[in-house]
């Protein structure tokens, strides 16, 4: 066996320790033998007979010479000869990423879900790759949604999970994840005024209950009631906020071990409907201005009660010193109880509350930093008329007018006020967020750029995000540093495959252009875009890679060069399907409401054809790609084909229940008329329109436990498992029992 040694210096930093560790684990999977981990450096240059690789930075291990100053994300690898290569890194987290790239130059790839070895003995005897290289990120944040209350997910994650989940994004040197924290989650308690938050609960408080009849059981792994394997046994509000707790500073842990940030999100309009309710009782002594946005309700999740049309909305302004007041209380709560976090992401609901004294507002802002002429109440809110954010109009003026009062209120908390920040260590960072691109331009004028930062939230969509990113052309014109959320799949359209690659490709270089300092991609079944994600961290180190680039280049190493062809080709068509994909909006919203809605009449038939076509030319190119994958590949090619195959199932199964519910609609019609008017009455139409809705239901019942069982086989991760659950609990149980009702009210209407 070749003798190597891995030198670190004496006083090499954990995550230095990990990468010698880690070299040393893949050395010995790849080349069957265990390399010593030193802290001496060798006595001479000359290393004979032995194979030597120096880790750390300059500061240390001292045999790390002749390197230029690296910043904070740089790495070097460089061979000097043979026997000696050496990676150095600007922090220790860079070291780390530098020992995965050459671990990548021995053939390994690192997916999301997992590695891809070469095949058994194809990497040969031990040999030192000829290498001198120089990174450094195109993007300072490369940001991965992680926690959230969508069962899809990875909300039931173990930590055990988490862990492996972080150990892939460092290694495809993702830095920063980002969470979410609703004021109903079991992350921290809080009390105001002597009343205590009792709501301790996960996924907006559905309970998902798993039976005899759920498709993939032997995968959930239980019957009953599903929850994160975290808060098993857990019943008391004290039990679960203790395993909460848990969980949240077990994924914080785990993601510092590997050199990631953690950002955790809270909403300053959401507080526990407990403590909530006596907001009116609370600000009778004080005169809040009434709203002058228009407010509708659009649907409420669970917990979250209110749905846009808030009850105390009006109440939720920072004219009212109770809200201010609750505001930096619950937020005091929930950053003292995770001090040890890397940055806060402040942000309102994505449907604002309709604040009271939005103009007057917008009057304290203007008076404390000039904002006229340029900035003027009337001419945002003409411009934001003009725009239109998921074909509404309306809704970019709410947008616009709800984002005033948060600024303003971040402006009181941060600018103002010194409670949070008296609170807060000088290294954690704050970023502000709100959803209005008439706004954002405003941000550098009011607040310290050493301190907070801002992520855009322009669209909903990826499409309609690179539309509208000439918004953020002020980001160049500032030392302002600003991220960009984008989203690789979108929650509405749920687990219909989204491959916007190439939109994503052209919003990272709008990005470049406008100075914008990173990414903070959503995304939901994250499994099922390997390739997707894949192209964002490549193209967050290497501006010059391109999605087709990229996915020819992870063909080729996971599936071999015999698979690239149709791949690549199933790949493309993907891309082209995004303009239905994006006219679906609303198809696969992983809520309760994700079979009833398609029965009450959301109807998107036309696009639906067009994708079940589509996807059915793609299946075949994707089953040629299976057929030709070495044998490494054949997973990762046949759950593509199981998503677009389980999705041209679940859109022909939303064919049959719109068809069943336009059956049963003309059924009503028909007993309407005759009930009011006595008219005559076709008892064969009336029939035969009951045994159309009554087969198509069941047709579909039949589609979504075809579709279903296809996605039990390609269940990865949590955020897989959580969409398994959904399509049984919010897809099959519905769909079956809707398919009894009108069987039995048919049965019923016939005797």
């Not at 899809?152 to 055990?160: D, E, G, I, M, P």
């Not at 105390?312 to 010193?321: A, I, K, R, V």
């Not at 006229?372 to 725009?387: G, I, V």
């Not at 994958?629 to 022909?652: C, I, N, T, W």
Request: glycine fraction near 8%.
């Amino acid at each position: 066996m070749p003798d190597v040694i891995i030198h670190i210096g004496e006083a090499a930093d954990p995550l230095e320790q990990r990468a010698a560790e880690e070299l040393q684990r893949y050395i010995r999977a790849l080349f069957g033998f265990t390399p010593r981990v030193s802290h001496r450096l060798p006595k001479t240059q000359r290393s004979g007979s032995r194979y030597h690789v120096q880790l750390g930075t300059q500061q240390s291990n001292p045999a790390l010479i002749g390197f230029d100053s690296l910043g904070e994300q740089e790495y070097i690898l460089r061979r000097h000869s043979e026997r000696r290569l050496d990676i150095c890194g600007g922090f220790p987290v860079a070291v780390l990423w530098g020992v995965y790239e050459l671990i990548e130059e021995w053939g390994v790839t690192f997916l999301f879900q997992g590695d891809v070895f070469p095949e058994p003995g194809s990497a040969g005897p031990f040999y030192l790759p000829k290498l001198d290289v120089h990174r450094k990120p195109v993007f300072e944040t490369r940001t991965a949604r992680f926690l959230g209350d969508m069962i899809n997910t990875l909300v039931l994650a173990s930590v055990q999970e988490n862990e492996r989940i972080l150990d892939q994004l460092c290694k495809r040197r993702i830095n920063t994840i980002m969470g979410g924290g609703n004021s109903f989650n079991p992350w921290f308690h809080w009390s105001y005024r002597g009343v205590e938050k009792n709501t301790a609960d996960i996924a907006f408080g559905f309970r998902h209950v798993i039976h005899e009849r759920s498709i993939g059981k032997e995968i959930i792994g239980r019957l009953g009631h599903f929850t994160n394997p975290e808060f098993q046994g857990a019943e008391t509000y004290e039990e679960i906020l203790a395993a909460g707790k848990r969980l949240m500073h077990g994924i914080v842990g785990a993601a510092h071990q590997r050199g990631i940030k953690v950002v955790v999100c809270h909403s300053l309009s959401d507080f526990p409907e407990e403590i909530q309710v006596h907001l009116p009782r609370w600000s009778k002594k004080y005169s809040v201005p009434a709203t002058s946005m228009k407010r509708e309700h659009f649907h409420t999740l669970g917990l979250q009660r209110d749905g846009t049309a808030y009850r105390f909305g009006h109440l939720m302004t920072p004219l009212n010193p109770v809200y201010v007041d609750m505001v930096e209380s619950i937020l005091s709560a929930f950053m003292g109880e995770y001090p040890e976090v890397d940055g806060w992401f402040l942000t309102a609901h994505e449907w604002p509350p309709g604040a009271g004294g939005i103009e007057e507002c917008w009057r304290q802002l203007d008076e404390r930093y000039c904002l006229s002429p340029d900035f003027t109440y009337e001419n945002l809110m003409k411009k934001a008329s003009q725009q239109k954010i998921s074909g509404s109009s309306d809704r970019a003026v709410q947008d616009a007018q709800g984002a005033i009062p948060t600024i303003r209120l971040l402006d009181l908390i941060l600018n103002e006020r010194t409670v949070i920040t008296d609170l807060l260590s000088p290294n954690v960072k704050i970023c502000a967020s709100f959803i209005s691109e008439t706004l954002m331009p405003v941000i550098p004028r009011i607040f310290n750029s050493k301190r907070v930062e801002f992520a855009a939230s322009i669209e909903v969509l990826a499409s309609d995000i690179l539309r509208r990113m000439v918004s953020l052309e002020f980001a160049s014109e500032t030392d302002f540093k600003t991220h960009l959320i984008t989203v690789i799949n979108d929650d509405n359209i749920g687990f219909i495959p989204q491959f916007g690659t190439r939109i994503l490709h052209r919003t990272l270089q709008a990005m470049r252009k406008h100075g914008l300092v990173g990414y903070w991609f959503r995304l939901y079944e994250r499994s099922k875009y390997e390739p997707v994600m894949g192209y964002m961290a490549e193209a967050g180190w290497d501006r010059s890679t391109t999605p087709k680039k990229f996915y020819t280049r992870q063909i080729e190493r996971v599936c071999g060069k015999a698979a690239v062809e149709p791949i690549l080709k199933a790949y493309t068509m993907l891309e082209n399907c995004m303009d239905d994909v994006d006219a679906i909006l609303g198809t696969g919203f992983m809520m309760p409401t994700l079979m009833s809605r398609l029965w009450h009449g959301f109807d998107k038939t036309q696009h639906w054809k067009r994708l079940i076509r589509k996807f059915s030319a793609i299946e075949p190119l994707l089953e040629d790609g299976v057929q030709l994958s070495e044998p490494r590949g054949k997973q990762y090619a046949g759950d593509m084909l199981g998503f677009v195959h389980f999705a041209r199932l679940y859109l022909e199964m939303a064919l049959h229940v719109r068809q069943a519910s336009k059956n049963y609609d003309a059924v009503q019609k028909m007993k309407s008329s005759w009930n009011r008017k006595k008219e005559q009455f076709d008892m064969d139409v009336c029939n035969q329109h009951y045994t159309d809705a009554v087969q198509n239901l069941d047709e579909a019942v039949r589609l979504l436990e075809q579709a279903t069982r296809i996605w039990a086989n390609t269940v990865r991760d949590a955020a897989d498992l959580g969409t398994l659950i959904g399509l049984n609990v919010y897809g099959l149980d519905w769909l079956r029992g809707k398919a009894d009702e009108v069987r039995l009210e048919s049965e019923l209407w016939s005797m």
